[in-house]
């Protein structure tokens, strides 16, 4: 089936430690995005890539890096310099551009605390 | 920049009533704008797309409908049902076709 899949579904980090969330789509798409969602908020913008070896800082990208070297992989990394990562991460895709019937898809998302 | 931002944050029904979840974005210049619905803990799930040339979409008992010159969107749900309990979301795409810019959320309660 298509679609986007993200690993792992729970994963502890210890202070100082880095470490790297999974996000791979089968759609084809051209778009990547990664988001934070904190309980009983809406969802920001940490990076996103409209390309294979490009991407942007969205809102919040202090503390987290990215890397785009295949168009099916978009994994994020949160650093040891994000300071509050306990958050709901949700990795994204869609076609990019304008184009009509443009809508986006999202993972099941990974939990991220601090132990 | 774009906000959006939606009313009320938490709305809890009896089953079989109809209902309307608001949707505000500050930026008219939108090229699109999207309702999902979220279950806790999971993704997101898109409802209905409405292109900023159009006035609503409809999918089952949802409609959907977008006043763009006012900066609204409304999510209309006829004859609610438990099933129907999720957070619900709405999400705008500007014109220049990067981002998806999103509000916070309403979380639906129908009660049985």
């Known amino acids: 089936d298509g679609g986007i899949t993200q690993s792992p579904k729970y994963l502890f980090r210890k202070e100082g430690q880095n470490v790297t969330l999974s996000c791979e789509q089968n759609?084809?798409?051209?778009?990547m995005y990664w988001y934070r969602q904190d309980p009983g908020q809406g969802l920001r913008l940490i990076y996103y890539?409209?390309?294979?070896?490009?991407?942007q800082k969205g809102d919040i990208a202090e503390g987290y890096s990215v890397s785009r070297e295949k168009k099916e992989s978009f994994p994020l990394t949160v650093t040891s310099a994000q300071k509050n990562p306990t958050a709901f991460y949700l990795c994204a895709s869609s076609i990019a551009g304008t184009i009509s019937g443009n809508t986006i898809y999202f993972g099941e998302g990974s939990w991220l605390t601090v132990v | 920049k774009q906000e959006v931002t939606q009313i009320p944050a938490a709305l809890s029904v009896p089953e079989g009533e109809n209902l309307v979840l608001n949707c505000s974005f500050t930026?008219?210049?939108?090229?699109?704008l999207q309702w999902f619905r979220q279950d806790p803990g999971k993704g997101l799930t898109s409802l209905l797309l409405i292109q900023s040339s159009q006035r609503e979409q409809t999918s089952g008992r949802l409609n959907a409908s977008l006043d763009k010159s006012s900066g609204r969107s409304t999510l209309y749900i006829a004859a609610s049902q438990p099933g129907d309990s999720a957070t619900y979301l709405c999400?705008?795409?500007?014109?220049?076709?990067?981002?998806?810019?999103f509000g916070p959320g309403t979380r639906l309660s129908v009660l049985p």
């Open positions: 759609l084809n798409h051209d778009a």
């Open positions: 930026d008219s210049a939108i090229y699109n």
């Open positions: 999400a705008v795409k500007d014109n220049y076709g990067q981002n998806f810019v």
């Open positions: 890539s409209q390309i294979v070896n490009d991407f």
